[in-house]
Nanobody, 122 residues
Framework: EIQLQAFGGGLAKVGGFLRLSCVGS????????IGWFRQAPGKERKGISC????????YYDTSVRGRFTISRDSTRNTVYLQMNGLTPEDTAVYYC???????????????WGLGTLVTVSS
């Protein structure tokens, strides 16, 4: 059974940083994508970044491009999301998900971890 767990959320100040980790287990294929999504209060879940397990190709939503960096450690089945230059608009519950290919649409991903809350305050 594929399982994912996200870690690293918390409270950060404006301009600060956090690093989220997504640890997976039970992966049944070598080629997959891990996506990071977030859902702010009162808003729909949105894909913000994802990475391909084999070639490392990445995607970033315009809202985080240049501030967030996704990376992977395949030996540990872990994907990281380094978040710099945080703003209050980054406040959300962050989720990681497992899917067959890099995409920013949640429907592509078929396994989801529980979210981790990120709160950015001034």
């Amino acid at each position: 059974e594929i399982q994912l767990q996200a870690f690293g959320g918390g409270l950060a100040k404006v301009g600060g940083f956090l690093r989220l980790s997504c640890v997976g287990s039970g992966f049944t294929r070598d080629h997959y994508a891990i996506g990071w999504f977030r859902q702010a209060p009162g808003k729909e879940r949105k894909g913000i970044s994802c990475i391909d397990s084999l070639d490392g190709s990445t995607y970033y939503d315009t809202s985080v491009r240049g501030r967030f960096t996704i990376s992977r450690d395949s030996t540990r089945n872990t994907v990281y999301l380094q978040m710099n230059g945080l703003t209050p608009e980054d406040t959300a519950v962050y989720y990681c998900a497992f899917g067959p290919s890099v995409a920013n649409r949640s429907a592509v991903y078929d396994h989801w971890g529980l979210g981790t809350l990120v709160t950015v305050s001034s």
